[in-house]
């Protein structure tokens, strides 16, 4: 019986014209990338497990993708845990690696175990597929693209200007206007939970946070209460969370509103400093606020956070996020390596330039000439041709086998071929061939040994 063609969800199959939209749109990533300094590099496509657990956060672990152990190694498997219905510790003992998760892990491995090979401060940037086992939805999938750059080494504010203005060069080049770009600071959310009375449990309170555009303030009350807050003070988050004006009034508010406490003001100077320098020399395409309700559920972030949200006419997720991350890379035996990163969220940023109609339509590159088959001698002319025109980087091509005119013609309509080269009996008893122009339906005559690629 016949299998039944069919992907995995999550997953999707990529057409001609889709790959050529998106090198189109890795080609202007990787340009600007490197206009900034960055430098590529490619990681493995799985890891140990190890590299991967306890970097981002409970919710995040169980959305990896484990590979099961196969031949001899399936003999270690803990059956005591199963039998016992410990079965974290069952399916740990079942799986040693696992598909990459993110690339800012993979990326701060790289460093730990090629330090001695790199110049720092280090500037990466790296495009590659990431996997997570997350629920398929619009914009969500378990298969997807990554493009990330990131700066390890030293720690300068400058690099959040950096960062944040790389966004706003990508954008402004791919024409994708009323890009937002929402930015907070660990050390504030530190504070809310301290002002909450709540400074031990700031992760359970940024997983919380995190989902507050999805669940809205009641649900986040809820699963902090679920958490084992304290209902009272909890219930006083929401003046907090709701603050008006501009960046810098808010951050006015919340050093008035907020305890104080070193992270609050270590964090209060950075984003103070950043909105000076983004209000003296203003972004070209994108909008920067202030939004206190910005988590970004990784545990790894320390300092600036940022979310990117794609134009308000789009119905979609974030379309790119980042941050400050200290010491990521001491979990590999590195200390002190502090470091800063971004990601651009290909798939997303794709189907928003997809709906908007942002993509140039000269993006797929498809054949220019069709040779017509028409018999022996024809196509040995044509194989002739065929050289002489890609030399000259002319894309070009023969139908495969002899075949009537029209259905050869038809071909080239289907592939959108402007042109077609006719040399069939009647043209080689008379000296010439025939250039037809698909799109205008005219046609015309030229001597043998004509340069085609001088009448293109």
């Known amino acids: 019986m016949a299998i039944k063609p069919s992907i995995s969800k999550g997953t999707r199959d990529f057409s001609p014209a889709d790959i050529a939209k998106r090198?189109?749109?890795?080609?202007?990533?990787?340009?600007?990338?490197?206009?900034?300094?960055?430098?590529?590099?490619?990681?493995?496509?799985?890891?140990?497990?190890?590299?991967?657990?306890?970097?981002?956060?409970?919710?995040?672990?169980?959305?990896?993708?484990?590979?099961?152990?196969?031949?001899?190694?399936?003999?270690?498997?803990?059956?005591?845990?199963?039998?016992?219905?410990?079965?974290?510790?069952?399916?740990?003992?079942?799986?040693?690696?696992?598909?990459?998760?993110?690339?800012?892990?993979?990326?701060?491995?790289?460093?730990?175990?090629?330090?001695?090979?790199?110049?720092?401060?280090?500037?990466?940037?790296?495009?590659?597929?990431?996997?997570?086992?997350?629920?398929?939805?619009?914009?969500?999938?378990?298969?997807?693209?990554?493009?990330?750059?990131?700066?390890?080494?030293?720690?300068?504010?400058?690099?959040?200007?950096?960062?944040?203005?790389?966004?706003?060069?990508?954008?402004?080049?791919?024409?994708?206007?009323?890009?937002?770009?929402?930015?907070?600071?660990?050390?504030?959310?530190?504070?809310?939970?301290?002002?909450?009375?709540?400074?031990?449990?700031?992760?359970?309170?940024?997983?919380?946070?995190?989902?507050?555009?999805?669940?809205?303030?009641?649900g986040v009350v809820e699963e902090l209460l679920q958490r084992g807050f304290d209902k009272n003070v909890v219930t006083q988050l929401q003046p907090l969370l709701q603050l008006k004006g501009t960046a810098e009034e808010k951050l006015k508010q919340l050093a008035a509103i907020l305890p104080a406490s070193t992270q609050k003001e270590n964090a209060l100077t950075e984003l103070q400093w950043i909105f000076e320098q983004l209000q003296d020399q203003p972004m070209q395409t994108v909008t920067v606020d202030l939004d206190i309700t910005l988590a970004r559920g990784l545990n790894y972030y320390t300092g600036m956070i940022v979310e990117v949200g794609a134009p308000k006419e789009i119905k979609m997720g974030s379309i790119g996020g980042g941050g400050r991350y200290d010491d990521l890379t001491a979990a590999f035996g590195l200390k002190d390596q502090s470091g800063i990163g971004i990601s651009f969220g290909f798939d997303r940023i794709f189907l928003v330039m997809e709906e908007l109609g942002l993509f140039p339509k000269e993006v797929l590159k498809t054949t220019q000439v069709l040779f017509l088959n028409t018999d022996e001698k024809g196509a040995a002319w044509a194989l002739k041709e065929l050289d002489a025109l890609r030399r000259k980087g002319v894309a070009a091509e023969i139908y495969p086998a002899p075949a009537k005119f029209q259905k050869q013609l038809r071909y080239a309509n289907g592939k959108n071929i402007p042109y077609a080269v006719i040399y069939g009996s009647q043209e080689q008893e008379q000296g010439h061939f025939v250039l037809k122009n698909m799109q205008a339906g005219s046609q015309q005559e030229y001597p043998i040994g004509t340069a085609l690629a001088s009448i293109l």
């Open 23 to 218: 090198n189109y749109l890795k080609a202007v990533l990787q340009e600007q990338f490197e206009c900034y300094g960055f430098q590529p590099i490619a990681t493995p496509t799985f890891e140990q497990l190890e590299t991967l657990m306890g970097k981002y956060g409970e919710e995040g672990d169980r959305l990896i993708f484990r590979i099961l152990n196969s031949g001899e190694k399936l003999k270690k498997a803990n059956t005591e845990a199963l039998s016992q219905n410990k079965l974290k510790a069952f399916a740990d003992s079942l799986s040693e690696k696992a598909l990459r998760y993110d690339l800012t892990v993979p990326f701060a491995r790289y460093v730990a175990q090629h330090q001695n090979e790199l110049v720092f401060p280090f500037r990466r940037y790296q495009i590659q597929n990431v996997w997570r086992a997350d629920r398929p939805q619009h914009g969500r999938f378990q298969e997807f693209m990554q493009c990330d750059a990131d700066i390890v080494g030293v720690r300068s504010s400058l690099q959040e200007i950096e960062m944040l203005r790389l966004y706003d060069s990508v954008f402004n080049t791919l024409g994708l206007h009323g890009v937002s770009l929402k930015i907070n600071h660990r050390g504030l959310l530190a504070a809310l939970a301290q002002a909450i009375g709540a400074p031990d449990q700031l992760i359970p309170f940024t997983v919380a946070l995190d989902k507050l555009d999805k669940i809205g303030f009641d």
